[in-house]
């Protein structure tokens, strides 16, 4: 069971039994597994992303980003990894697809950059 506890006691208490418990263990590690590809997917389908990340020396609001890979792995529930851009590297965690065309994403950046960063294929997606 990829569940904590108290998720499971909780979800035993709602009704569900260890056969229900499993299947949905194993649909999230399914689910993290394709969010995993899809992020993968939307990085190495375009060489320049925008992002919302707020950066010291930026002069734009989106800056711009030379994709150079990203590497992700999971684990049952979790997923971490490492996105380099061409001059920067970042360790990368808990990310997902936020359109259904995957040309907007999300990730946990750190442990350095204080919450989420939003990457687009342009601006006007960040807007």
Known sequence: MHFDQRTQQALR?????????????DAVVEFVEEDAGALEAFFDEHDTVYSDIDMAHSASDYPEHTVEFIDITTHAA???????????????EDGRVLDAESEFVELTLGPTINGRVRFAADRETLR
């Open 78 to 92: 979790e997923m971490r990894g490492w996105l380099r851009f061409d001059t920067w590297g970042v360790y990368v």
């Open 13 to 25: 208490a709602v009704g569900l039994d260890t056969d229900d418990l499993r299947a949905a263990s």
